[in-house]
């Protein structure tokens, strides 16, 4: 007789018969609101389908977060490298625009024959050690471009050619001697806006105070074939020879598409198809070579005191 027991049924041989009743489907039923409840914020936020706006936003966010903590952290990390790299960047340029640059050799060792000097600008005279409001001068520290934001050290210019804004009252100066101790260069900092940006660069002048030898930029972001033929050697090597002031005195240095009545002794051709940028490096020049900028310090190299 067969088993009534619907839970253990059997077959006609005496095998057990499962059922769906001992055996149920599995149904994704839905949640009730006490087993949400139960569940913590972050597992109802992973349990939200992924095509969900918020949960989209969410993860955007996260991720951006993430990145942005990396690239921090990496540039916190290479930061010391970074000012090392251009520390290295800048004495190669002082070194390259004194004409003693040569490809693979030491630029440190070379560095090391340069004297580095804090020049105050309206006086022309070495300010090496000066505490100014508390802030020691020195020579091997002195930064001028922070110089020129800082309002203790810096003044505000209503005539800028240059489009410098603010001027640092003080610069350091580099100066090269011969081998029997005279002086052989001296290089200057300069620095102006040109057609998209500000150029930094160095101006190395000869022993007399008034022979450029070399103009070099080290940092600009003028149009690629255009205005960055600043970095042309034959466009730099049209500077050397050329003067800054005639016989009288007068500053005369220029940089334009033709000869000025002074004279080729103090022209240098303007950049073909940059005449923006041309007209930057001349207001640069001719501002930091003028009574405002370099004039005092170069009067003291023409007298023979530096």
């Excluded at 690239?71 to 930061?79: E, G, P, W």
């Excluded at 960047?89 to 560095?111: L, P, S």
């Excluded at 940006?197 to 600009?220: M, P, R």
């Excluded at 800054?244 to 033709?258: A, F, Y």
Aim: glycine share 8%; net charge negative; aromatic share 8%.
């Amino acid at each position: 007789m067969p088993d009534k027991d619907t839970n253990n049924r059997v077959n006609e041989t005496g095998e057990a018969e499962f059922t769906p009743e001992m055996n149920p489907p599995v149904r994704d039923e839905p949640l009730t609101e006490a087993q949400k409840a139960r569940k913590g914020p972050i597992r109802r936020f992973l349990d939200t389908p992924p095509d969900n706006t918020v949960k989209t936003v969410v993860v955007a966010l996260a991720l951006c977060l993430v990145a942005s903590m990396v690239v921090s952290a990496a540039a916190v990390s290479l930061r010391p490298l970074q000012e090392q790299n251009a520390a290295l960047d800048k004495q190669v340029n002082i070194v390259e625009v004194a004409g003693r640059y040569e490809e693979g050799m030491d630029v440190a060792a070379a560095f090391a024959d340069f004297e580095p000097h804090v020049v105050e600008l309206a006086t022309g005279a070495f300010a090496d050690g000066a505490d100014i409001e508390g802030q020691v001068l020195d020579p091997l520290t002195f930064d001028d471009r922070a110089a020129a934001d800082d309002l203790t050290l810096s003044a505000p210019l209503d005539d800028d050619p240059a489009g410098i804004g603010r001027q640092a009252n003080y610069v350091t100066v580099y100066l090269l001697r011969a081998e029997d101790g005279s002086l052989d260069k001296v290089i200057l900092p300069v620095y102006g806006y040109g057609l998209w940006s500000t150029l930094y660069g160095f101006i190395a002048v000869e022993e007399d105070g008034n022979t450029i030898y070399g103009l070099q930029f080290y940092e600009h972001a003028e149009t690629p074939g255009l205005g960055a033929e600043v970095d042309n050697p034959r466009w730099k090597a049209l500077w050397r020879g050329k003067k800054l002031r005639d016989d009288e005195g007068d500053l005369k240095i220029n940089v334009g598409k033709t000869v000025t009545a002074a004279g080729p002794d103090y022209h240098v051709d303007a950049l073909s198809g940059a005449t923006l940028t041309s007209r930057g490096v001349d207001s640069l020049v001719r501002f930091w070579m003028s009574e405002r900028g370099f004039e005092p310090f170069l009067e003291r190299v023409r007298a023979g005191e530096i």
